[in-house]
């Protein structure tokens, strides 16, 4: 019996080695594969891995020289835009060095047709001639000439009006000169109108006191005129103290006087009567007017006396 059991533990212990034996073949095999395909992706990365140093190498060279292009260019430009900022100041300070010139050279013939030169010779004048010639004589001579007036006004049109130099701006500074521009027009405009309208009422007023001398010449009474005090004063009360004081008709604001009848502003500004009419004393003086527009009161006895 006991002979038995170790042949049959002997049967299944070489079993059992035979089994290890072919599972460890087996494992050797897969083993094997797997690290024989291991070590070909490996050789693959590996090449990736030269690829992309090379490749990581050629672009750092391009890029240093791509930046030393990009550097001498930029210099280059640098030196460009230096030459022509100072050849464009240069010939600014020429052009404000010409501008200067010709406003002296302006300015000087300006001061000569202002004072010219006198003349070298007097020419006498007798004594029986007019003072009414040496009057004229001597307003000619305080005027100006024609070629005088048009050289001061090119002198004065050339100090005040700027040239436009534009040259060198970029959008900013020519929206900038734009505004600037535009607020001077503005500014020149209102000026122009103010002086216009000033003008207009000067003409008007300078009219109105035309008329009046007129009418006071007409009248006689050129001692009495004055500017703006012929209306203000009433020549009855100044010369009779106990006069009333002159009543108005019309608006002293409005410029054309009223044309209406003495009958018609009376009925207009007291309004008919309704009432009976009140006894009215007699007159003991008749009142008449002269050419001067002055009363003249005579009595009973046909005397008159002012």
Do not use: C
């Amino acid at each position: 019996m006991a002979d038995e059991a170790s042949e049959g533990e002997l049967a299944l212990k070489k079993r059992r080695e035979q089994n290890v034996e072919a599972l460890s073949i087996a494992l050797d095999e897969a083993d094997m594969e797997l690290l024989e395909q291991n070590e070909v992706e490996r050789g693959q990365l590996g090449e990736e891995i030269d690829q992309l140093k090379e490749r990581s190498e050629r672009r750092k060279k391009e890029r240093e020289q791509e930046e030393k292009r990009l550097a001498a260019e930029r210099q280059a430009e640098d030196a460009r835009r230096k030459a022509d900022e100072e050849e464009r100041k240069r010939k600014k300070e020429e052009e404000e060095q010409k501008r200067y010139h010709a406003r002296q050279q302006k300015a000087a013939e300006f001061e000569k047709w202002k004072n010219p030169p006198k003349a070298n010779f007097v020419i006498s004048k007798r004594e029986h001639e007019g003072g009414e010639e040496g009057e004229a004589e001597a307003e000619g001579a305080g005027k100006k000439s024609k070629e005088q007036l048009e050289a001061e006004k090119r002198a004065i049109l050339a100090q005040r009006i700027k040239p436009l130099d534009t040259e060198g701006f970029d959008v900013t500074r020519l929206i900038e000169k734009i505004k600037e521009l535009h607020t001077l027009i503005h500014r020149l405009e209102g000026e122009k109108y103010d002086l216009e309208h000033r003008y207009k009422v000067t003409q008007v007023q300078l009219t109105e006191l035309a008329e009046r001398a007129r009418q006071s010449t007409k009248a006689g009474d050129v001692r009495r005129i004055q500017s703006g005090a012929d209306d203000s004063v009433d020549r009855i009360q100044t010369r009779f103290a106990g006069a009333p004081s002159k009543v108005e008709m019309y608006s002293k604001y409005e410029r054309q006087k009223d044309k209406r009848s003495y009958d018609e502003r009376h009925v207009l500004y007291t309004g008919p009567q309704y009432a009976l009419p009140v006894e009215r004393i007699a007159a003991t003086r008749i009142v008449q007017w002269n050419e001067e527009g002055l009363p003249i009161y005579a009595g009973e006895g046909g005397e008159g006396h002012e």
